[in-house]
């Protein structure tokens, strides 16, 4: 019996040569081919019932008919015919016989299944908002995909797999929901605090951030990750100065019920955690689905607190779900809202702080716990117009943070608690319009603002008895006006223009024991953030390029004093301006060797930073002025097709110019937290053995030494380490069993040389890694 899939949306016919964008998910080639002449607007003739057994990864970018239909095909087994009236039909290919032998309808015997090569998919910049091409992309970006298995496999490690995926990152090591993430070493300070960030992180069309700290979202049900480093404040606006980071979750895919999950045993040391989750994608009628993820994570303690008699006191668990409703109108119209919610606790912090850097102890009045609630709701329209692409996203967020940190000193007889509450709110809208000409290779153009109202709480006493010691309230307003294009010159050689338009206001709002602090009046400030690049593209599958680009974060306000001598002073705007040179190679589908060589040069004017007193209290600051040289390189070889490594790192060389009396410094300084060097090693190889297809990966990085702050007592070293992991899998057919091991070496070396503001000035304490840790997992898909 054939199956005929038909597109409903016909007002726009496709043609054999005409070119369209397609975005087609991998998964069963049934479902693919529907997704395909929907967004083609063609019917597909499919007689072959077997379609569903067949599993691709899916298509993206612009093609002919023709083309995206071999793409799609390639190495299934299939081929297509094109009809008249938009009519494909999807046969199987004839098996060619070889004479002397018996063909395969002779022989009753079972085979071993054969791995098909997948379709090529083209990378595609989502994160440029024009659906770029990595080819044709006139700048430094990584990306980490995660197919369904490798989204299940490394789900729960969150952004500790980002960071070992892509060196280009670094980040502080407080705790899972507590770290800054820096890109490109444009790092500010190494504590928490009211700043906005440096970096822009999405879900999606949706901002996770805007003031608060990297909510570590588990990674299950995960597409790919986007880096594109910055600053990005052309399409990104404020607080893009490092770059942004965009996490792609997959879609609800209509008219399939599939499910899917994992669950895993952790070994840390001599105790257990784990981690599991479930993912569900379900139809609703024949327009939408909905896409469900659920998960649970416990991540063993391995800290000791040798004063009050405890063990393993850093226990974190993390529960999250997530929603996704999807509803296509027709072919031309679809719309997505959802919810992520995610639950982070540890009961104590991860610190240490012994005689012995390698004792894995430390000395606590009182428990320090930790808890990280995050709430997004989002809305997202999509609509193709014919000359251009509409996306209309709307989100809002609801982030409470608590901390409590041990502030006894020595010489009190009673324990001292300091309790930090904040909450953030955040909600961000933006609609814009992307789409190519004859003369323009790719255009986006729209409008967004931001309203984020960030509040602070602090308190300070006995456990029983706390007293608020202050109330900040900042709220930022941020509305914008946007656009870029790229416009081919001559022999491949293009350029890429464009700029954003922002109006910004900032209220802050200082409130003490005594009262509230006067505050200087609002004032509305107006930033024109341009960027430009040009492209050559000698040949295939290669390109060079040279950018420049620029960001900024509305100016901050700073409470001076106390009681009724308390005052407000005002910062200004800090601002990074990037001029870079890169290239790279072999982004064609099937190269064996691959690669990208890129330098960039920062400077980034009146730094502000969020710090603490020598006593543990919390402040801004302006640093001063800084230069920051940053040197990337990445190298992949496809030995065989079974075997292939990949090599990055990375140089980093920054100088605080001028530092302020504020900072604690009169000399140059580094950056704080930002290695001087890294490199990462990592290598896999896959094989098929009988009916099991065998995965043996493993990795070894080296993370170089950085400093906690940028001047005494905070110029504390902590880095210069190497980073080890090995793992193995093995898969039969819907079903997967693996092994892993973290920290092969079991190293005690420190990563971060923080955890209490009110004694790290004593400069002993050490967050050391991860002690060796055993994962023994199993997944499915139905």
């Known amino acids: 019996m054939s199956a005929l899939i038909v597109c409903t949306a016909t007002a726009f016919p496709a043609h054999a040569a005409e070119e369209f964008s397609l975005d087609v998910p991998p998964g069963p080639l049934n479902v693919a081919l529907i997704s395909f002449a929907t967004q083609a607007n063609v019917s597909i003739d499919a007689s072959d019932p077997e379609l569903r057994l067949v599993q691709v990864a899916g298509l993206r970018g612009r093609f002919s008919l023709r083309e995206g239909l071999g793409r799609l095909l390639k190495g299934t087994g299939y081929d297509s015919r094109i009809l008249r009236g938009d009519v494909v039909r999807v046969f199987r290919r004839p098996t060619r016989l070889v004479p002397g032998r018996r063909t395969a309808a002779t022989s009753h015997s079972p085979r071993a299944p054969v791995d098909l090569p997948s379709p090529p998919e083209q990378i595609i910049v989502t994160a440029s908002k024009q659906n770029v091409a990595l080819a044709d992309y006139p700048g430094d970006f990584h990306v980490a995909l995660f197919d369904e298995v490798h989204s299940l496999h490394l789900g729960s490690r969150g952004s500790e797999a980002l960071l070992r995926k892509l060196p280009n990152l670094t980040s502080t090591n407080l705790g899972s929901g507590r770290n800054k993430i820096f890109v490109r070493g444009i790092a500010d300070s190494s504590f928490n605090g009211q700043l906005q960030s440096t970096v822009s992180q999405y879900f999606g069309e949706s901002r996770l951030t805007y003031s608060a700290p990297d909510p570590d979202l588990a990674l299950y049900d995960i597409e790919k990750v986007e880096v594109v480093e910055g600053p990005q404040g052309a399409l990104y606006g404020a607080g893009s100065l490092g770059g942004v980071i965009r996490i792609t979750p997959r879609v609800p895919v209509l008219g399939e019920y599939s499910a899917s999950g994992t669950a895993a045993i952790g070994v840390t040391g001599k105790n257990l955690g784990g981690d599991g989750a479930m993912v569900a994608n379900i139809p609703v009628g024949e327009r939408a689905a909905l896409r469900l993820v659920g998960y649970r994570i416990v991540r063993p303690g391995y800290i000791d607190d040798v004063r009050r008699g405890l063990s393993d ?361 930002v290695a001087d060097s890294g490199s990462r090693l990592t290598g896999s190889f896959k094989r098929r053995i009988g009916n099991a297809k065998i995965t043996l990966d493993g990795s070894v990085g080296y993370i170089g030494t950085s400093y906690l702050g940028v001047g005494a007592p905070f110029d504390i070293s902590q880095g210069d380490y190497f980073d080890t992991a090995m793992g193995a899998r093995a898969e039969f057919s819907r079903w997967g069993v693996s092994f892993d091991i973290d920290n092969l070496l079991d190293s005690r070396a420190n990563r971060f040389s923080y955890g209490n503001p009110f004694s790290v000035a004593d400069g002993n304490q050490r967050t050391p890694l991860r002690p060796r840790t055993i994962r023994i997992g199993i997944d499915a898909r139905f």
């Open 313 to 673: 006191v850093n226990r974190t668990t993390v529960f999250g779900v997530r929603a996704t409703f999807r509803m296509e109108f027709n072919a031309r119209l679809s719309m997505d809202a959802g919810i992520v919610s995610q639950d982070t606790g540890s009961k104590d912090g991860q610190y240490t702080d012994g005689p012995r850097s390698s004792a894995l102890t430390r000395r606590s009045f009182v428990a320090q716990p930790f808890d990280n609630d995050y709430r997004l709701m989002f809305g997202t329209l999509r609509a193709d117009l014919g000359f251009a692409k509409l996306v209309s996203n709307t989100s809002y967020t609801y982030h409470p943070i608590d901390i409590v940190f041990d502030a006894t000193s020595p010489s009190m007889q009673v324990p001292i608690v300091f309790r930090e509450s904040m909450q953030v709110k955040l909600l961000t809208h933006e609609t814009r319009l992307s789409g190519s000409t004859d003369w323009i290779s790719t255009w986006v153009s729209g409008f967004s603002f931001a309203h984020n109202i960030n509040n602070i709480d602090r308190f300070l006493g006995p456990a029983d008895t706390l007293a608020m010691i202050s109330n900040v309230q900042s709220e930022t307003l941020d509305a914008a006006v946007f656009g870029e294009a790229t416009v081919p010159l001559w022999h491949n050689v293009s350029i890429t223009a464009g700029g954003r338009l922002s109006f910004f206001t900032r209220f802050d709002e200082f409130n003490t024991g005594a009262g509230r602090a006067l505050v200087e009046p609002t004032r509305r400030q107006t930033r024109f953030l341009p960027t430009a690049a040009l492209a050559w593209k000698p040949w295939k599958a290669a390109i060079g390029y040279l950018r420049y680009q620029e960001g900024f974060r509305p100016g901050a306000e700073q409470l001076t004093g106390s009681g009724d001598q308390a005052e407000v002073s005002r910062f200004q705007p800090d601002a990074v301006r990037t001029a870079e040179i890169g290239m790279r190679f072999g982004t064609d589908d099937g190269s064996r060797l691959s690669g990208g060589l890129s330098y960039a040069y920062s400077q980034w004017s009146r730094v502000q930073a969020d710090l603490v007193t020598n006593s543990g209290f919390p402040y801004i600051a302006n640093l001063g002025s800084a230069k920051v040289h940053y040197v990337s390189a990445s190298l992949g070889w496809k030995a065989t097709s079974e075997l292939s490594f990949d090599l990055s790192g990375f140089y980093t060389a920054s100088h605080l110019d001028g530092p302020t009396s504020g900072s604690g410094t009169d000399v140059e300084r580094n950056l704080p937290n």
